[in-house]
């Protein structure tokens, strides 16, 4: 455990120890080792409590609460709370991470800046081939996906394409910047100053949220989705409700309208 990460990687999950086992996996073998992992579990059971102590080796905190339905921004929150770095990545248990993510968010890091990467989707058979094996070898190639019966989509030049091609596709993508809950960073002190996540939100677009506020305060989003794309693996979504879609919406409209900056739902209550 490093006394002092120069890096803390935040990674929610709930009931997928499966996904979390591939995905943790994937921090093993990164380029830049100079990072601490919490994960955010949202009320997941034992399974996944077990699946965490077999990354002992790489996971500094474990941070969990009962289940009582979708409450990610309130684990996220507390997680924030245990990370000992200034400087923090968001991601998923159901993301599988390239193995320069760490150094592609750390080079890219700027002062009132957040970094937007992406993901990419794979569809449930070519997930279920994924193994540990493929993970710490080759999985971000094109030879592999096609070998795992995944038909390419163009998206993926995300990651199969040369970094220097990638770099100059962030650059010119017209795609806006925004705050993803599957691959995003940002200073602490940011976070802290517009109050971290707000509780309410439920599951849609709670991530992005967050990043409205940020840019409110003038934390400007950077993209890097072409340099930092992690493989998102298949699993059903048993969480979205229109009437949750319509309520963070509704947040979310108030927050542009009123050009908000903190909300009083977040960290500090």
Known sequence: MLRDPVLSIIISTYNQPKLLRLCLESYRNQTKKNFEIIIADDGSTIDTKETIEAFSDIVTKHVWHPDNGFQKTKILNKAIFESK???LLFTDGDCVAPKNLV???LKSREENVFLSGSYYKLEKESSKKI?????NKNLFKYKTLIKLGHKIKFKAVKFVAPLSLRKLLD???PTKATWNGHCSSGWKKDLIKVNGFDERMVYGGEDRELGERLENLGVR???IRHQSCMIHLYHKQGYITDEGVRFNENIREEVKKNKSVWTNFGLEK
């Open 131 to 135: 193994t540990k094996e493929l993970i």
């Open 171 to 173: 650059k010119i993508t």
């Open 85 to 87: 770095s200034n400087y």
């Open 221 to 223: 989003g950077k993209q």
């Open 103 to 105: 150094d592609v968010h």
